[in-house]
C-alpha cells in the first residue's frame, strides 16, 4: 500500500495547545494528500486532532490511561469522505485497517523511542 505520514511546518507559533494548526502530507495508495490539522482538545488523558481538506475530514483521537507501572494509550481514527470521494470510502475499507495497523506500529515505535 506504501503509506506515509510526514508532518511539514507548523501553522502557528510558539506553544502546541488547542487551536494549534499544522498541515500533514500522506501518502496513500500512490497519492499524496494534504490534509490541514487543528488540535481540538487537549488534557493530561486525551488528545484530539481535526485535519480537513476538500475532500474528507479524519478525527484522531489518543486516550492515556495508567496500565501498570505504564500507560495504556487508545489510538482512534475516523475518516468521512466527503462530495465525490465519498463514493470510494466503502472500498477503500481494508486499505484503512492496513493504515491502521502500520499507523499503530509507529506510534509505539515511538514512545518506545523515548
Known amino acids: 500500500m506504501g503509506s506515509r ?11 502546541v495547545q ?26 493530561p488523558n ?6 480537513e481538506n476538500k475532500g474528507a475530514t479524519s478525527i484522531d483521537e489518543m486516550t492515556f490511561a495508567a496500565a501498570g507501572s505504564g500507560t495504556s494509550i487508545t489510538y482512534h481514527s475516523h475518516v468521512e469522505f ?3 470521494a465519498k463514493l470510494a470510502g466503502p472500498f477503500l475499507q481494508g486499505e484503512f485497517k492496513e493504515l491502521g ?14
Open 5 to 15: 505520514h510526514q508532518v511539514l511546518h507548523p501553522g502557528d507559533s510558539g506553544p
Open 18 to 43: 488547542v487551536g494549534t494548526t499544522w498541515h500533514n502530507v500522506s501518502e496513500f495508495k500512490g497519492h499524496e494528500t494534504e490534509l490541514a490539522y487543528r488540535l481540538e482538545e487537549l488534557s
Open 101 to 114: 495497523v502500520t499507523t499503530e506500529r509507529q506510534i509505539t515505535e515511538a514512545i518506545n523511542a523515548l
Open 46 to 51: 486525551h488528545i484530539k486532532f481535526v485535519g
Open 82 to 84: 466527503h462530495g465525490v
